[in-house]
Structures are given as C-alpha cells and as structure tokens.
C-alpha cells in the first residue's frame, strides 16, 4: 500500500514569514496529492489539492508543487498569518483501495 | 447545514465494554470513512465503504466493523473495547468513490480506561 512521509512534524515562523512544509509518497500510481488544514477540535479541512498532470497550483497565499519523478510534493505559504496556525496533512491517493493515505502531520505555529 | 454528524461528541469507556459510534452525512455522498488520529500517527484508516451494502478493511481494521445499511450512515462498532483503543474517531464522506474531496465529521474523542 502507500506511504506517506511528512516533514517537519513542528514548524515555527514569524508572521509575514513563508512556510514550507514536504511530503514523499510510495505509490508511483498515485494521482491524487490533498492538504488538509486541522484547527484544534475540528476535523481536518481541504485547502489545496493537485493531481498527477500538474506540476504547481496557486490559491492566493497558497501553493503545493508536485515532482512526480522524485515522488514528492510541498506546499508553501507565503505572509503567514497567526490564523494559519494549525495542523496541516498531506495525503496521496491510494491506487489499490481508492481512498487516501495521510502523512502524519505538521503543526505550523505563526507567532505574531 | 449539509455535512457530517457524529456522535457523541466524546466518550470514558470501561474496557471490554461494546461501543458504537453513530455517523451520519445529508449530503447524498456515496462513499464514507472511519479514521482514527493519534499523536504523532496522523490519520489511520479503519473501514471504507464505497456504496451502501459494501465495506472495506483499511490499514488498522482489528477490533472494530462496521456496516453499510443506507447511504447516510456508517456507524463504527468496537465490540469489546482496549485501552489501545483510546484515539479521536473521524468520519469522512465523499460523492464517489475514487473521488479523493472529503468531508471530515468534528470528531469523537474515546477514552477506553
């Protein structure tokens, strides 16, 4: 089955500061790359997604970017916000079982 | 409000004790998803089921089932309940299977003492 790895597990940064955070999946017949946004006490929330056929996408602040050939993909946001302060997912599309497998997480912390 | 409600909200239970956790979605949403989050584990899968009347194992099946009776409910059942057990419970939906939009439920959080 899929493996996702996910890096950092902690990220600190300065508001107004990028943040990048990185994920490696098994799978080469993955096509399907989400992000997930989780606040405290709540489910975890889609906020960016990216299939196999495209290398980079854009939603404002921001942005995942997919390098099939190394099986990789990160997602970027820029001028973080206190607001962004969460736990993010990646997840990668489980070719066997159509359903997803997560990484296991990065907690973002945006000081202001 | 359309989306997913689980039930309870949370839970202390004594071990060996059977437990039920009730999930519901009004979005007509063909496939469904139980997973459980630990520290440090991220998000496991349970069971799936991509239609109502089918369910599939995922990668930590052992110690619960489920069942697929109708198209709005997946309730997720622990027959005899270990401390190992102890996690946040999410529910998740999607139109179809192979089709990877999710909807998370807000969680049940277990404690099996």
């Known amino acids: 089955g899929e493996n996702v790895e996910q890096h950092p597990s902690t990220l600190s940064v300065q508001e107004g500061d990028s943040a990048v955070i990185k994920c490696t999946y098994s799978?080469?017949?993955?096509?399907?790359f989400p992000w997930y946004k989780q606040e405290l006490g709540k489910g975890p929330q889609l906020i960016i997604d990216?299939?196999?056929?495209?290398g980079e996408k854009k939603d404002q602040r921001i942005a995942v970017t997919l390098n099939k050939t190394a099986k990789h993909f990160s997602l970027h946001i820029t001028e973080t916000q206190p607001e962004d302060s969460a736990v993010y997912f990646c997840?990668?599309?489980?070719?066997?079982?159509?359903?997803?497998?997560f990484g296991k997480g990065t907690m973002l912390l945006v000081s202001p | 409000i359309a989306g997913i409600t689980q039930a309870p909200t949370s839970q202390i239970l004594a071990a060996g004790r059977r437990m039920t956790l009730r999930c519901t979605q009004d979005?007509?949403?063909?496939?469904m998803y139980w997973y459980r989050q630990d520290l440090g584990l991220g998000l496991r899968l349970i069971h799936y089921?991509?239609?109502?009347?089918?369910?599939g194992k995922g990668e930590v099946p052992d110690g619960y089932s489920v069942s697929r009776a109708n198209t709005d409910d997946f309730p997720l059942t622990l027959a005899s309940a270990v401390p190992s057990q102890t996690s946040v419970y999410f529910c998740?939906?999607?139109?179809?299977?192979?089709?990877?939009?999710?909807?998370f439920g807000s969680g049940t959080r277990l404690t099996v003492v």
């Open positions: 998740a939906s999607s139109a179809e299977q192979g089709d990877y939009g999710y909807t």
């Open positions: 799978d080469s017949a993955s096509n399907y």
């Open positions: 990216i299939r196999s056929n495209v």
């Open positions: 997840a990668a599309s489980n070719s066997g079982y159509s359903t997803l497998t």
């Open positions: 979005m007509r949403h063909n496939a």
């Open positions: 089921s991509n239609t109502a009347g089918t369910t």
